[in-house]
């Protein structure tokens, strides 16, 4: 469990999704899974965690707005040419990524052989007003 993203949530070994309808499963279910156990699921620090096979961890959060915010652990950083692949976007020069709605299907199709596990968090700090 990390200081900064309790309480943790089961975590689930990860399915790869093959699909885009696997991807649009996935998203729905991940949103009626935090919906029950977040009581705003719109709030800036409830999202998911994908641990990653090979070492670290990506956090990843929705906006209201869309947006899609990544915020890639040092020990992930070898992911980011991979980010970059799947969804078009530039790596930042800080460790949150930002990316539009739309990329969040290509994101979740070419992860899926980097993804270990996955966990629902409560609390993480983006630090979406300091780092992007």
């Not at 709030?43 to 096979?53: K, P, Q, V």
């Not at 980011?80 to 969040?104: F, N, R, S």
Request: charged share 20%; hydrophobic share 40%; net charge negative.
């Amino acid at each position: 469990m990390h200081s900064d993203d309790a309480p943790d949530h089961d975590e689930r070994p990860w399915i790869v999704l093959t699909t885009t309808y696997d991807v649009e499963a996935w998203i729905d279910q991940f949103n009626r899974n935090l919906q029950r156990l977040a009581p705003n699921a719109n709030a800036a620090g409830y999202g998911i965690c994908f641990r990653l096979s090979h070492g670290g961890e990506i956090f990843l959060h929705t906006t209201t707005e869309g947006v899609v915010l990544l915020d890639v652990t040092d020990e992930a950083a070898w992911v980011a040419p991979v980010l970059t692949a799947a969804t078009g976007v530039a790596p930042p020069p800080a460790q949150i990524w930002q990316l539009p709605a739309d990329t969040l299907t290509q994101l979740l199709v070419g992860l899926p052989g980097l993804i270990a596990t996955t966990r629902i968090v409560l609390q993480h700090d983006y630090r979406i007003k300091k780092r992007y």
